[in-house]
């Protein structure tokens, strides 16, 4: 069923595993991640940002999209749809209007008040709709869709303000930027622990992790030991569809039928989500 981040993320911070957010980018994405989470019996986020809504037709269409595939595939396992990095109050409502069950607000750019302002407002409207929502505080690096933030924008949040965000305005779950970025990383990641274990003893909402690619699994357990319920990852996954692709097409040359290189790359994109579910612990909890 589709449902709220809420309880997933509150389940999975008492049993200490972490539930993926995998994003959504076109048809094939939407289809390998539903069948990974039902073939794994896990629970699953499925991440859409405000460039791949646009891509695929709107909210509206997003939601009738996933709904459709989770009737096709039977799906049993709970499933949220969740705005990622939602950009405005505005965009979250449109988002919740059109059936989103959880949404994001980051409201990391703006000055701490206006941050905590912004979120208070979006979690009254989510929280009536009951869907769930995230906030932000610090800046994570690299670029996702409309989103970059250059190497010296990159901040560590401040775990007092994290409490002050978090006790302010109800959020459900929260994406303290720790020195986790969005891409690739250069060289090895560098993620605050300490301060992500201080903020977790501050608070006792489920923690999110962004910029999930390339990090190792040792820093994941980690994470996940201090609090961290909900982990993000698209960039690994379009990795391995776009290898998938070149290495089918460059093989066949006069290959010309989308499902003949498509289909392989949803292939290569549920597997590697099926890694990613049974590395957060999130297989055979739903
Ligand atoms: O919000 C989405 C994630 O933070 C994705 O990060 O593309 O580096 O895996 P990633
Ligand atoms: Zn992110």
């Known amino acids: 069923p589709l449902v709220s981040m809420k309880e997933m993320l509150e389940t999975a911070k008492a049993n200490s595993y972490g539930v993926g957010q995998f994003n959504l980018n076109n048809m094939e994405f939407t289809q390998a991640i539903l069948q990974a989470a039902e073939e794994e019996k896990s629970p699953v986020i499925l ?24 009737d096709a595939y039977d799906v049993t396992v709970p499933v949220a749809i969740h705005l990622d990095h939602g950009s ?124 999930g690619t390339g990090i190792p699994t040792k820093d994941i357990k980690k994470a996940i030991s201090f609090g961290t319920a909900k982990i993000n990852v698209n960039t690994e996954n379009q990795i391995s569809s776009a290898a998938k692709v070149r290495e089918v097409l460059n093989e066949n040359p006069d290959m010309i039928d989308p499902r003949k290189y498509l289909g392989p790359a949803r292939e290569a994109i549920k597997a590697t989500v099926i890694g990613k579910m049974r590395e957060f612990g999130s297989s055979g909890q739903a």
């Open 47 to 70: 991440g859409v940002s405000e460039g791949a809504a646009r891509y695929m037709g709107g909210f509206k269409a997003v939601v009738k999209m996933v709904e459709g595939f989770m």
């Open 88 to 211: 405005s109050f505005e965009k979250c409502v449109e988002a919740i209007y059109a059936g989103f069950t959880s949404v994001m607000i980051d409201g990391s750019h703006h000055p701490l008040e206006e941050n905590i302002a912004l979120t208070k407002k979006v979690v009254e409207v989510a929280h009536l709709c009951g869907v769930s929502v995230e906030a932000e505080l610090g800046r994570i690096g690299g670029q996702e869709d409309d989103l970059i933030v250059d190497d010296a924008e990159a901040a560590y949040a401040i775990p007092e303000e994290c409490e002050q965000l978090i006790n302010e305005t109800n959020v459900d779950c929260f994406a303290p930027a720790l020195g986790s970025v969005h891409g690739p990383y250069k060289g090895e990641p560098n993620l605050g622990f300490d301060r992500m274990e201080t903020i977790s003893k501050m608070t006792a909402v489920p923690l999110v992790l962004h910029g």
